[in-house]
């Protein structure tokens, strides 16, 4: 069983930056793929970035998001900058611990809670 507590969602006007953190419990973290989704209302969860050595994007948040990961702290990030109000959604980390990069929400085997990110026009 892996835990993850996502943080760092707000309210913030188009153009603006976040950054989201999600901590995870575990000993191999390092092992895991990690990966972020989104899910506004009334849509299927989307897949935004995910990561095991390097990071996978959509297309629509290419070049505007970066995901990284700090294994000491069993951590991963999303940088999100240039932000949309399309990008307003909830936002999921999600582990696979495998180690497999996958761009499906039924890829991963924990979910976070998630955080709420609203960007404003």
């Known amino acids: 069983q892996v835990q993850l507590v996502e943080s760092g969602g707000g309210l913030v006007q188009a153009g603006g930056s976040l950054r989201l953190s999600c901590a995870a419990s575990?000993?191999?973290?390092?092992?895991?793929?990690m990966g972020w989704f989104r899910q506004a209302p009334g849509k299927e969860r989307d897949f935004v970035a995910a990561?095991?050595?390097?990071?996978s994007y959509a297309d629509s948040v290419k070049g505007r998001f970066t995901i990284s990961r700090d294994n000491a702290k069993n951590t991963v990030y999303l940088q999100m900058n240039s932000l949309k109000p399309e990008d307003t959604a909830l936002y999921y980390c999600?582990?696979?611990?495998?180690?497999?990069?996958?761009?499906?929400?039924?890829?991963?085997?924990?979910w976070g809670q998630g955080t709420q990110v609203t960007v404003s026009s």
């Open positions: 999600a582990v696979d611990p495998r180690g497999r990069v996958g761009t499906r929400a039924l890829d991963y085997a924990y």
């Open positions: 575990g000993r191999t973290f390092s092992t895991y793929a």
């Open positions: 990561i095991r050595w390097s990071g």
